[in-house]
């Protein structure tokens, strides 16, 4: 074989060939020392050969039910983030060769986590943003509500993305709250994947790395971190925005963020905007409504899941007057308004923005009826 032929053929594979993730010694145990938020579990993959991976990790923290149903739940997304990577866009949506057919890949996301659901054996029922029914899955145990592909309007321009996902006792997704959930998570589909993911009984949220370094542990989802506290600092998402125009308390909390220059971290994916806040260990992400800018955000897929996650995390979530874990999901549908962040931070939302605008949720449009 002539040597350029030879090279043709190579080249294109050693690009894929990934670098070794090398982490300093010095960097590694710096990282670690300096870490009082958050318990660095993995500094350098390299480095910690012996960190848990989430099927050793469920052993000793959860019921064997659960544990399959989580693990459904992560293989899902394992499939979906390769989905993600190897779809072609255009300028509306992304869509992967499927069969003799094309998909958008939020379908796909769609059709695999049912498929996964179902094979589990231990879900009764489950319900997605994209078909809000309660449809049953064969299996007993527990029941899942998911939003397959949260941000697909940002999906064609290769943001980050995520799946939320919510796992509750029993057969019902309707006529619960959070507060009832067994685990919940979010997997962000980024430069990296991962899942930051919490579960009944332990503390804290934690995060989990799907390896994707041609090792042999390629393809496993590695613990990586440990998220317990949320504390003070200046970053703001801020949700909606156009809803300051008729809400003048968001309008001031905006300007209260401005004035006190915070800064801006917003990228219109709720999933990786509400991520860094457990990721960085400050900060705050709103979507308030108003009379004209209506509540987008769904409660039974993506407010309660994100909202146990925030808090397992140390941090706090508000529909304007308390945690989105009190409210009770009465159709699939429902939707709220909704802060997550730091304490102090929620706080702030609540004295600021309030409910008054907050018309949605039937809980909290019955307190603005009270109120008048
Ligand atoms: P998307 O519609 O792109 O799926 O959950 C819905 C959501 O994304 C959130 O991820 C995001 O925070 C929000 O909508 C952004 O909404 P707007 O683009 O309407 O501001």
Redesign the pocket.
Known sequence: MKCTLLLALVAPTMAFIPMKPVVPMAQAQARVKGQTRMQADMPGLASAPGQPTIESWLLDNSEKKLSKAVLALFSACKEIAYKIRTASCDKMACFNEFGDEQLAIDILANNVLFQNLKDSGVVATASSEETPTEDPMGGEGYSVAF?PL?????IDTNFAVGTIFGVWPGSRLTGITGRELAASGIAVYGPRTTITFAIDGVEGAHEFLLVDDFTARHGQWIKTNTFTSIGEGKLYAP??LRATNDNPGYDALHKYWLQNKYQLRYT????P?VNQIMVKGKGVFV?PESPSAKA??RLLY?VAPIGYVIEKAGGASSYGAGSVLDLKVYKTEDRTQVAYGSKEEVKRFEEMVGTKFATAHPDTAAKNTAHA
């Open positions: 939003d949260d941000g697909s309007s940002i949700g909606n219109g994916g709720m999933v905007d979507n987008k955000l993506e």
